[in-house]
C-alpha cells in the first residue's frame, strides 16, 4: 500500500522509532540512511530482551511457516508426550481460545502454501535489506557464512518433510541433501544416528546478536541518531508545532515526532492509541541453553528436525535455542523447557558439563505466522513492524528498508500486500 507523499523533506521529519530490538534499530538505521532526524525509545537497553537469546540464524530459507496441515493430528502427541517441545499453557489456551482456533484455521493446505509463497518473496530480499546496514556499520565481523545444516533421525522424518521441502525448494531456496555419512563429514562432533539431513548452502549465521545490535545502536548514535531510555505508554495526536504525534513516557513526560514506528515485538499492543489493540498478537515463549567455551564442536548452525531446536556455535558458547510455549508474557520462566534443551544437547554431544546459562524470550506471533508490516489503521503517521514469529533476525534489515520507503512516499520494492494490517478484519 502506498502512502501519501511526505509533506516535509527527509531532514525536517523526525522519527520515532519505538523499540531497540533488531528490527527497531534496522529500521533507525535505514531512516538515518534516508536522511530522516530519528529518535529510538525504549525502556529496555538495546538488543536485550527478544533480539538478545535467538538462534542467531539470517534463515532466508525458511518460508515454511509453522503452520502445517499434519499439526492438528500431532497435537496430542506434542502436547502430552514427556518429551516434547511444544506445551500451551491451560488458563492461556482458554482465555485467548479465538487465537488458537485462528491458528489452526491457517493450518490448512491452501493456507500454508499461501504463507509459504508470501514469505518465500520477502526471504528472497533479505540481503538487499541487511547487507548495506551490514556495510554500514562495519558488521563482517559478526557474520559466518558457512550454510545452515537441518538434520533428521529418521527416514520417516525426513519423508514426511518432503512436501515442506519440496516448497522451499519452489521457493528458490538452494540446499544440497544429506546422507548419514555427509552429516558426520561436516559435522563430525554430532553424536551418530541421524540419516537425513539437508544444508542451506547460503544461510549465514550471526556470531553473537546482542553484539549485533550493539554495533547497530553505536553506529546510530555516531550518525546523529537519538536515544531515549523510556518506555512509551501511549501515542496522541497533537495539533502543535511539534510534531503530529506526541507520545507519552513511563517518566511522565510527553515526546513530540512527525511520525512514530512500533517495532516492540510482542509488547506492541501494550502501547494505546496506535490501533494494535485489534490485532491477533500473541507470544511464542521460546528458550535457549548455553554451554560455554564449546562452540568449537560445531562448523555452522545445526537444526535438529524432531526436537524442535537449532544447534548454534556462537562467540560466547554453543546455544540450543527452540521450543515453542503458549504462555502469554507474564508467566515465570518454565523450568521443564530449560530442562528440554539440556537433555537434547546431551543427546546430540558429549558435553560433560551442564548449561553456563539459559535464557527466555518471546517471539510476537500472528495466527498465520506472518508480520505485520504496514501502516497503522489508525493513522498512516503510525506505522507498525512487528510479528516477525521466528524470524526476526532474518527479516530485520528488510523490513527497515521498506518502511524507510513507505515513510518516504514510495511504493516499496517488494509486494508487502500480504503483510498488511487489515488483513485480519
Not at 233 to 238: A, D, K, M, S, W
Not at 406 to 425: C, M, T
Amino acid at each position: 500500500m502506498q502512502g501519501p507523499l511526505p509533506t516535509k523533506s527527509p531532514n525536517d521529519t523526525h522519527i520515532a522509532i519505538v523499540g531497540a530490538g533488531i528490527v527497531g534499530m534496522s529500521c533507525a538505521l535505514w531512516l538515518r540512511k534516508k536522511g530522516f532526524k530519528v529518535t529510538v525509545l525504549d525502556g529496555n537497553s538495546p538488543g536485550t530482551i527478544t533480539s538478545y537469546g535467538n538462534a542467531c540464524i539470517i534463515a532466508d530459507y525458511a518460508c515454511v511457516p509453522v503452520n502445517a496441515p499434519n499439526l492438528i493430528s500431532r497435537l496430542p502427541s506434542l502436547l502430552f508426550s514427556a518429551n516434547r517441545p511444544l506445551s500451551i499453557d491451560p488458563f492461556h489456551a482458554i482465555t485467548h481460545l479465538p487465537w488458537l482456533m485462528a491458528f489452526l484455521r491457517h493450518c490448512k493446505a491452501p493456507e500454508v502454501e499461501r504463507i509459504t509463497n508470501t514469505l518465500g518473496k520477502l526471504l528472497l530480499e533479505t540481503n538487499s535489506g541487511l547487507d548495506p546496514l551490514i556495510e554500514m556499520t562495519s558488521s563482517q565481523d559478526l557474520f559466518k557464512k558457512e550454510g545452515c545444516m537441518y538434520v533428521y533421525q529418521s527416514s520417516v522424518s525426513y519423508k514426511k518433510a518432503k512436501a515442506s521441502n519440496q516448497s522451499r525448494a519452489d521457493n528458490h531456496v538452494q540446499f544440497t541433501q544429506l546422507d548419514s555419512n555427509d552429516i558426520m563429514d561436516l559435522e563430525p562432533n554430532i553424536k551418530p544416528g541421524f540419516d537425513k539431513g539437508l544444508l542451506f548452502n547460503n544461510a549465514r549465521q550471526v556470531l553473537n546478536p546482542k553484539h549485533l545490535v550493539d554495533r547497530y545502536f553505536q553506529t546510530f548514535v555516531e550518525n546523529q541518531g537519538h536515544y531515549l531510555h523510556q518506555h512509551v505508554l501511549n501515542v496522541e495526536h497533537q495539533r502543535t508545532s511539534g510534531g503530529n504525534l506526541s507520545l507519552a513516557l513511563a517518566n511522565g513526560t510527553r515526546f513530540a515526532a512527525d511520525k512514530a514506528v512500533i517495532c516492540c515485538g510482542a509488547f506492541s499492543k501494550t502501547i494505546q492509541g496506535i490501533g494494535a489493540n485489534k490485532l491477533p498478537l500473541d507470544t511464542e515463549r521460546g528458550y535457549h541453553v548455553q554451554f560455554k567455551n564449546q562452540q568449537s564442536l560445531l562448523n555452522r548452525p545445526v537444526g535438529w528436525a524432531e526436537a524442535g531446536l537449532y544447534a548454534t556455535p556462537t562467540n560466547e558458547g554453543l546455544r540450543f535455542a527452540g521450543t515453542v510455549e503458549i504462555a502469554g508474557l507474564s508467566k515465570p520462566a518454565n523450568p521443564r523447557n530449560i530442562a528440554y534443551l539440556n537433555n537434547k544437547a546431551h543427546q546430540m554431544f558429549a558435553l560433560d558439563e551442564s548449561y553456563s546459562s539459559d535464557w527466555l524470550g518471546y517471539r510476537p506471533t500472528f495466527p498465520d505466522s506472518l508480520p505485520v508490516i504496514d501502516y497503522s489503521p489508525n493513522s498512516h503517521d503510525i506505522l507498525f513492524a512487528f510479528g516477525h514469529q521466528h524470524i526476526g533476525l532474518t527479516l530485520a534489515g528488510i523490513t527497515g528498508k521498506i518502511i524507510a520507503e513507505l515513510i518516504l512516499g514510495n511504493k516499496p520494492e517488494v509486494d508487502i500486500s500480504g503483510f498488511s494490517a487489515r488483513r485480519f478484519e
